[in-house]
């Protein structure tokens, strides 16, 4: 009888976690004809919630900074410490690899987002120019889109020719190409915000390194700092971007904790030769 009962209160969590935000959920909205007419235009301002994907740019860019900066150069601390190095050697070796780094990913993130932007670029002139020469093709190619998303074909019809006069591109872009002015990739945003994320996330244990004199101080603050501020930005990471802040925690910590053994196993070992 428990156990029946305990399977039933299982199902239903099970159920619970496994069911999209409730506020997603689709409703059925039964609106009277005069309701209809009375509504006010909506405008952009009168938009009902604030949703979080439109700081997936930058967010990502800073969240893989930061993360970078502080499993790269506390693992990169923890083996030169390891290796009984003295505080001078530790320091040059982090410093420079504090710039390397934040120069590297700065790079590395203009050359993929510019990539982005490229492509994204030249779907823009395919649209603009398709709209140009088959306006009638592209009108009815709108029509079948929206029809494939559930309208009645009637009505997709309208809605692709009132939405082609209000801004053709626009429409094709959005609800063919899926770009949108929040999605847009920014090569030199991603760039400036991963560089000087991986700076903020490496300067606490470049800090922490001068505070202690014998290698085990060192190289247990440096695991300490570095799983700390590696479980704090999970944690703020997974709540800007709305998300599960334990699984966050976990998924960011677990990637620091292999990086330091790795690294202190090798400083160590080098280190005794
Ligand atoms: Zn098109």
Redesign the pocket.
């Known amino acids: 009888m428990a156990l029946c009962r305990s399977f039933a209160l299982l199902v239903k969590a099970l159920r619970w976690a496994t069911t999209p935000n409730p506020r997603v959920r689709p409703m059925m909205v039964v609106m009277p004809d005069e309701a209809v007419a009375r509504r006010p235009d909506p405008s952009p301002s009168a938009h009902l919630e604030p949703h979080k994907s439109g700081r997936s740019g930058w967010l990502r860019a800073a969240v893989l900074g930061a993360s970078d900066g502080i499993v790269s150069i506390g693992a990169l601390l923890a083996g030169v410490a390891a290796a009984n190095s003295d505080l001078r050697t530790i320091m040059t070796a982090g410093a420079a690899a504090v710039a390397a780094g934040a120069l590297s990913m700065a790079s590395g993130e203009y050359v993929s987002v510019a990539a982005q932007r490229d492509a994204e670029r030249s779907d823009t002139e ?2 603009a120019s ?2 140009e020469r088959h306006p009638d ?2 009108l009815k ?2 029509t079948d889109i929206y029809v494939r998303r559930g309208v009645e074909r009637e009505l997709a019809g309208e809605v692709a020719k009132q939405l082609t006069a209000a801004d053709a591109l626009g429409a ?2 959005r609800d ?2 899926g770009i949108t002015s929040t999605s847009a990739a920014k090569p030199m945003q991603a760039a400036l915000v991963s560089a000087s994320s991986f700076v903020v996330g490496a300067l606490p244990l470049l800090s922490v390194v001068v505070l202690f004199d014998s290698t085990m101080a060192r190289t247990v603050s440096i695991w300490v700092v570095c799983l700390t501020l590696l479980a704090v930005l999970g944690s703020v990471g997974a709540h800007i971007g709305g998300a599960s802040r334990t699984r966050g925690t976990v998924r960011v910590v677990a990637g620091g904790v292999l990086a330091l053994i790795v690294t202190t196993g090798v400083g160590a070992a080098v280190g005794t030769f």
């Open positions: 395919q649209e398709e709209l093709r592209e190619e709108l094709h872009l063919e190409v």
